[in-house]
């Protein structure tokens, strides 16, 4: 696997479960020196050209977290085998399909860690594709501040270029300002990766930023650009179905969401030891 070019498609999402991985309810039995997966996944990118799959499955799915098992399992074991792509509104050129497991064996040795660490391997991966995922969003929503600077300084309405109005000035200035700020969340996330490895927050907090921040610039682009952002003669209607997904996969936003007020409930370090009160405690005598 490192030493010839290889494709691996990350197999955890299934039809009834996304961001609960520990929902995940493909099943995987020992059997001396194999292990038996049965079960099914979808919303698998690159599927059909896949060399090996990481494969999560459950020992059991009332145990949820401490259930879950990683394999890697080659694209060409018997049982095994991918689905047509699927339609989808945007990343059009990226392949998505099901993965169908039949009693596909697996020699043990292709387990990852021991068993029950699959949530954990699982987890440990998003940390490190988010930051990814987030730089994705930043360059689209770039790529759709550029194509509306064009824009703007060609088109006329009311005998004046559309730059030239504060409107449409202040919506550059602000998709300027979240690209940059996305640009900084994303190499911060990644740089905790590379020292620390310990990415999840930083991690989370650029995927959901970058990803609002790219819908959000994709649609302001679309809306300047008028009715010609909204035919395909240009690339805005394609770029603003491709942003959405963004805030979907490698976990929505809403679950960035979840751990971040996890980590500012539960783990943050306050900058002040004690709260300050700018309130007595005495009632007020009215006197």
């Keep these: ?30 059997d001396g020196d194999y292990y038996v997966i049965n079960g099914s996944k979808f919303w698998i990118t690159s599927a059909p050209f896949a060399d090996n799959f990481t494969v999560f499955a459950t020992l059991d799915p009332k145990l949820r977290y401490e259930g879950l098992c990683a394999f890697i399992v080659d694209a060409d074991t018997p ?24 009693d596909v064996r697996v020699p043990a040795e292709n387990l990852l860690g ?7 391997i ?6 490190l594709t988010r930051p990814a995922i987030a730089a994705f969003a930043t360059g ?52 905790e990766a590379d020292k620390t490895g310990n990415s999840t927050v930083p991690a989370s907090v650029a995927k ?6 790219a819908v959000w610039v994709a649609s302001e682009a679309v809306q300047i650009h008028g009715g010609y952002g909204y035919i395909d003669q240009l690339p805005l209607e394609k770029i603003f179905r491709d942003a959405k ?26 900058a002040m030891e004690k709260i300050p009160r700018w309130f007595s405690e005495k009632p007020p005598d009215f006197d």
Excluded at 208 to 213: G, I, Q, V
């Design 79 to 102: 049982s095994l085998k991918a689905g047509r792509p699927v339609e989808k509104m945007g990343h059009r050129a990226s392949t998505t399909s099901a993965v169908m497991f039949r």
């Design 208 to 213: 959901a930023s970058t990803t609002d921040a």
């Design 140 to 191: 689209l929503a770039r790529s759709a501040m550029e194509y509306a600077r064009e824009y703007v300084s060609k088109r006329k309405a009311f005998t004046k270029k559309l730059r030239e109005f504060e409107v449409i000035r202040f919506k550059l200035a602000e998709m300027y300002m979240k690209i940059e700020a996305s640009r900084l969340l994303y190499l911060k996330a990644a740089w």
């Design 114 to 120: 021991k068993e029950g660490d699959g949530f954990r």
């Design 245 to 270: 997904l963004h805030e979907i996969y490698e976990d929505t936003s809403e679950i960035q969401r979840l751990i971040l007020a996890r980590h500012v409930l539960d783990t943050y370090q306050p």
């Design 1 to 30: 696997m490192t030493e010839d070019l290889k494709f691996t498609s990350f197999a955890c999402s299934e039809l009834g479960m996304g961001s609960d991985v520990a929902g995940i309810q493909t099943r995987v039995t020992r």
């Design 122 to 127: 699982a987890m440990a991966t998003f940390a």
